[in-house]
Antibody, heavy 118, light 107 residues
């Protein structure tokens, strides 16, 4: 069965960077993209970007493109999201989700809580 | 970016009720409209994709409809496990965007 298992919660100070991982299993890793979606408390989900797990091609939301990098390791079927220059308002649950271009997000990770606090 | 607006933002209903949640896009989005359910502290789960296709394993009391810019999610007979927050999402253009959510509460 398809599973996306994310790394554990992180607490960071403003200005720091964070890396979240998402290990995929149960399907052909290179046939899908992995999207990153974050959700601040009480807010709607917000798309950050995606990585094509086969080619490594990435596309980011304009809101984050100067601070975010997605990468993948095909040998371990793991995708990573790095977010730099953290701000207090980056405090949120960060989810990875499987999908193809124009398709829905059909499987989601369990979420990683990133807390930015001074 | 395409703006997605849901109505109502919250809804109180009883087990057995029929409920409909509306979603409007700021421009036409073809068939690229999907619905998710989110329970407290959990990741969203896909219910309906491409307007009216039921995701595998989702009960048939859930259905989707609509065209162009106006779409609906209907639950034909509410069950206790359906009380949650529901989001619509468009994937017609990048960035994908979500509605603000509809919180479905027990009356």
């Amino acid at each position: 069965q398809v599973q996306l298992v994310q790394s554990g919660a992180e607490v960071k100070k403003p200005g720091a960077s964070v890396r979240v991982s998402c290990k995929a299993s149960g399907y052909m890793f290179s046939s899908y993209a992995i999207h990153w979606v974050r959700q601040a408390p009480g807010q709607r989900p917000e798309w950050m970007g995606w990585i094509n797990a086969g080619s490594g091609k990435t596309k980011y939301s304009e809101k984050f493109e100067d601070r975010v990098t997605a990468m993948r390791d095909t040998s371990t079927t793991t995708v990573y999201l790095e977010l730099t220059s953290l701000k207090l308002e980056d405090t949120a649950l960060y989810y990875c989700a499987r999908g193809r271009t124009s398709d829905p997000f059909d499987f989601w990770g369990q979420g990683t809580l990133v807390t930015v606090s001074s | 970016d395409i703006e997605m607006t849901q109505s109502p933002s919250s809804l109180s209903a009883s087990v057995g009720d029929r409920v409909t949640i509306a979603c409007r896009a700021s421009q036409t989005i073809s068939i690229n409209l999907h619905w998710y359910q989110q329970k407290a502290g959990k990741a969203p789960t896909l219910l309906i994709y491409k307007i009216d296709s039921l995701q595998r394993g989702v009960p048939s009391r859930f259905s989707g409809s609509g065209t162009g810019t106006d779409f609906n999610l209907t639950i034909s007979s509410l069950q206790a496990e359906d009380f949650a927050t529901y989001y619509c999402q468009q994937s017609f253009t990048s960035p994908p965007t979500f509605g603000q959510g509809t919180r479905l509460e027990i009356k």
